[in-house]
């Protein structure tokens, strides 16, 4: 690194952070990062640490793809937790059933790696699956499970040691704009190009122009089960017949129309805190398990009843050997209603990047590296 190259600053050490200042460091940058608190604390390490190719849309998969690649070349360098397991939708409804059969049906024009299962086929792969409930299962080959706590630690100190990147935690920056970062210790820093990516915090850096964007916070509930006995594996990662409903790589299905119309009829509650649910493993054999969906203006206090229904609706497909709660937590990130991820330039040579919704993880090295692919160096 040398200080003729072009200086990049990031705002914001979460996922989306630091995809920017991996792009931009192998792109040729000279890159610091500035992250008001101690460490990653944000949706970036509240999260499944689900790489999730299968639920983007076609148009987006191979964008995914490149993020898993990006993910695989991270773990192996830095010894991080990696689990390529793939995952598992279990669905218990002929309506579910149907929507399954649709895509994978349709899978092979948008390059999902996907195949129709038995009930007899999900219980021999996923042992966590309750027996005699499951109608059907589609099991695909792409996902991969990362550990979000490790992983947003290990990222800044591998930044560091393989690219140069250089760190300023516990600083908040104040302003940015005209080629110099402000920040809250009373420092001025100069940069060629600034990226803000704040998560969901729209209220400190231009505050009018998230007010005019199409984001909106989303607050999701989670739980953490306690290691399960005796080194049980979840294998696949799991998906329910009720995240049809979440992704949009399932939208093109003519069934999806009766799924969502059943849930709405007969469970609006779940509707109501858009609630389906999903579970991975962690490196230490726990469960993590979720999730829940409140946009806008939303309680800062977490409730009972959400993660009743959560475990009602898990205990209905799935059978663990422990199911002893020992972490719940909410994670807040900026949705988009319209896009994979929010860009705008409010000033020259600074952008705003971030509005990954629920797939930060999955999409975010991806989303990076095509940003920094697609230009020369600035100056
Ligand atoms: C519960 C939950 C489960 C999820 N599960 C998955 C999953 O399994 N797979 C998946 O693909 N996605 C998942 N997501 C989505 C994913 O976690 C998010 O899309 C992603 O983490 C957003 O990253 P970010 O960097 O924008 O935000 P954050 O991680 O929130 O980072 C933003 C950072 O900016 C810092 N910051 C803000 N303002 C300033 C400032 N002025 N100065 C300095 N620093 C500042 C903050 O302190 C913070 O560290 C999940 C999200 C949640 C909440």
Known sequence: MTSSQPHVAIVGAGIVGLAHAWA???????????????????????NFGMCWPIGQPAEHFPLAMRSRELWVEFTKATGAYARPCGS?????HDDEAAVLEEFVRAAPDGGFQVELLTRAQVEERCPGVKRGVAKAGMFSTTEMNVDPREAMAF??????????????????????????????????????????CSGHDFESLFPEIFAASPLKPCKLQMLRTVPQPGGWQLGPMLASGLTLRQYSSFLGCPSLAEVKARVAWDMPELD?????????????????????????????????????????????????????????????????FGDVEYRAEPTPGVHIAGGTSGSGMTMSFGLADRFFAKRELAV
């Not at 931009?24 to 509240?46: L, N």
């Not at 409730?303 to 002893?324: H, I, N, Q, Y």
């Open 272 to 336: 109501r805190y858009g609630i389906h649910v999903m579970a991975s493993q962690d490196r230490f054999g726990g469960i993590v398990l979720g999730d829940s969906h409140e946009y806008g203006e939303f309680e800062i206090f977490d409730k009972a009843e959400v993660d009743e229904l959560m475990l009602r609706e898990l205990r209905k497909l799935f059978d663990f050997p422990d199911w002893t709660i020992a972490e719940r937590w909410h994670g807040i990130y900026a949705k988009h």
């Open 24 to 46: 931009a460091a192998r792109a040729g940058y000279r890159v610091t990062v500035f992250e008001r608190t101690d460490k990653a604390r944000g949706a970036s390490v509240r």
């Open 155 to 196: 990222l800044p100190g591998f930044l560091a040691e393989k690219h140069g990147v250089r760190f300023h935690w516990n600083t908040a920056v104040t302003q940015v704009g005209d080629g110099k970062l402000h920040t809250a210790r009373g420092e001025v820093h100069a940069y060629d190009e600034a990226f803000v």
């Open 88 to 92: 598992m939708h279990v669905v218990a």
